[in-house]
């Protein structure tokens, strides 16, 4: 799923890497958490697609934690999306599919979750046609 999404062997893309992977974790827990049922399932989600961005099974936990207190700390998702609206609209849409599945987790979306990612849309540079297709395709996926 995100092949194009590993480690290099410099030290500045390894650096770029994880503050990439940091803030888009980080984005993941704020939209699991902001219907207040930040939940097991959602939990889940975000730790296999950490391992679908190449994460080592062992460090997931680790990861999640310290983007759970960054989450925390921050008071604008622009502290997330900064790094992640520089990235490949293939990145992009690919997290824009992860937090659609977060929030479909439970099987629908509230106000605060769907007005969340009308922002995101347009804080990632990503056009309305195209956050709707992946809307679409995340809920005829799960009515499955």
Known sequence: MFNFF??????????NYDKLLSKTVSLFI???K?????TSKEKEIIKKTLIQLGVDESKTDKIMST???NEEKSNQILDFTKEIKNAD???KTKII???WNIIYS??????????????LGGLLYLDDKIMGEIKEKVKKKLTK
């Open 89 to 91: 609209n293939e990145f």
């Open 6 to 15: 590993k480690k290099n062997e410099s030290k500045d893309d390894i650096k």
């Open 30 to 32: 704020h939209a699991a």
């Open 106 to 119: 439970n099987k629908e979306s509230d106000m605060y979750e769907t007005n969340l990612m009308r922002r």
């Open 97 to 99: 599919e992860v937090l």
């Open 34 to 38: 902001i219907d207040e049922n930040y």
């Open 67 to 69: 983007a759970e207190i």
